[in-house]
């Protein structure tokens, strides 16, 4: 019993010894830890004019490009223009073997003659039934007879001349004559091709007349107007552009297709030749006082499409309802009035409300 009490004395002891060595506790709360900051960037919304372009891929054409092709079949002998020359109206291009015209000619030229000869027997030997039949020395069948002669020989006279007209055009076209000026765009023949009537032989464009012909998708073509300007750009002229505008609008309505073709004349196309594939882009709409931000400001989240508005150091999360794209830049239908300052690098890891440190001053 005397060892117990003795026990239980120095375990109290102990504890009061420890409870004496604790430092006792503050009162007061622990300091909070400091919210933390996202570093970003900011921009100020625009407000301006919107032009609304429409662009597509399409292909330069000739407004005026004639294929020379044979009138008349023979072997060339002559060929005086090539792929890429410059040609002038009525320059000679190239000229087919005559040599069989030209015998064919001499043979119709002797058939006149002949019957030059027949018409003038004719003509006296009609006379001279007149004279005898008026004296009653011959009959009236003989002079009816002469004069049906006589008629028949003028009638072959003029079929000769015809025949001979026929010849002589024929030898006139186996010169192949450019009707234009222009560039030849192909050769098709060489010297010691035989060519057959209506056998295609040059094809001239005519660089100055050129057409830009732009297919637009079904969605999107009735905002496509004749009217309406046009840009054309080449990828061999690069930084270059001509200018036009929508002259003629084609269905373009096939299988698997419902475009519409817009046609813009150019009138000085430059450097622009035909058949090369162009971009051209039309301009369909201008929204007056548009707001715009850039793409970098528009973030995805739940609610939908958001910009963070920067007031006081905070970001506040306005849903906004986007319109048109272009060149890092987005319209914005809804949400700004265009007077905010937005943040733009960093957008994507703010919250609303969230707390913001700045890697530039405010625009």
């Given at each position: 019993m005397k060892?117990?009490?003795?026990?239980?004395?120095?375990?109290?002891?102990?504890?009061?010894?420890?409870?004496?060595?604790?430092?006792?506790?503050?009162?007061?709360?622990?300091?909070?830890?400091?919210?933390?900051?996202?570093?970003?960037?900011?921009?100020?919304?625009?407000?301006?004019?919107?032009?609304?372009?429409?662009?597509?891929?399409?292909?330069?054409?000739?407004?005026?490009?004639?294929?020379?092709?044979?009138?008349?079949?023979?072997?060339?002998?002559?060929?005086?223009?090539?792929?890429?020359?410059?040609?002038?109206?009525?320059?000679l291009l190239a000229e087919t073997d005559t040599s069989a015209l030209l015998l064919q000619e001499q043979a119709a030229q002797a058939g006149l003659e002949r019957l030059e000869v027949h018409i003038a027997n004719g003509e006296r030997r009609v006379n001279r039934f007149a004279q005898l039949s008026a004296k009653?020395?011959?009959?009236?069948?003989?002079?009816?007879?002469?004069?049906?002669?006589?008629?028949?020989?003028?009638?072959?006279?003029?079929?000769?001349?015809?025949?001979?007209?026929?010849?002589?055009?024929?030898?006139?076209?186996?010169?192949?004559?450019?009707?234009?000026?222009?560039?030849?765009?192909?050769?098709?023949?060489?010297?010691?091709?035989?060519?057959?009537?209506?056998q295609a032989l040059f094809k001239i464009t005519r660089p100055g007349q050129l057409q830009a012909w732009l297919p637009f998708p079904e969605a999107v073509a009735l905002k496509v107007q004749i009217g309406q300007p046009a840009k054309i750009y080449s990828p061999l002229t690069p930084g270059e552009f001509v200018s036009g505008e929508v002259t003629e609008l084609q269905p373009s309505v096939g299988p698997g297709s419902r475009a519409v073709m817009a046609i813009v004349n150019l009138e000085e196309p430059g450097r622009l030749r035909p058949e090369a594939t162009l971009t051209g882009k039309v301009l369909v709409e201008t929204r007056q006082q548009a707001v715009i931000v850039p793409n970098i400001s528009v973030v995805r989240r739940p609610a939908g499409e958001v910009v963070y508005v920067i007031y006081n150091d905070k970001a506040e999360a306005r849903v906004v309802e986007t319109g048109y794209r272009k060149a890092g830049r987005v319209e914005i239908v809804s949400g700004l009035d265009g007077n905010e300052t937005i943040a733009a690098d960093g957008a994507a890891f703010l919250t609303d409300g969230a707390s913001v440190k700045f890697a530039e001053p405010l625009n």
């Open positions: 060892k117990t009490a003795i026990s239980l004395a120095a375990t109290a002891l102990l504890a009061l010894l420890l409870s004496a060595c604790e430092k006792p506790e503050s009162s007061e709360p622990k300091p909070a830890e400091s919210e933390k900051s996202v570093l970003i960037s900011t921009r100020q919304a625009e407000v301006t004019d919107l032009p609304i372009w429409l662009q597509t891929v399409g292909q330069l054409h000739s407004l005026s490009a004639p294929t020379l092709a044979a009138e008349v079949e023979g072997r060339i002998t002559m060929v005086n223009a090539d792929t890429g020359d410059q040609i002038e109206r009525g320059q009653n020395l011959s009959s009236q069948t003989q002079l009816d007879d002469a004069r049906e002669q006589l008629e028949a020989f003028r009638a072959d006279y003029k079929a000769a001349g015809v025949q001979l007209a026929i010849v002589q055009d024929s030898l006139q076209k186996s010169r192949i004559i450019a009707p234009v000026s222009g560039v030849v765009q192909s050769r098709l023949i060489s010297t010691g091709d035989f060519v057959r009537r209506g």
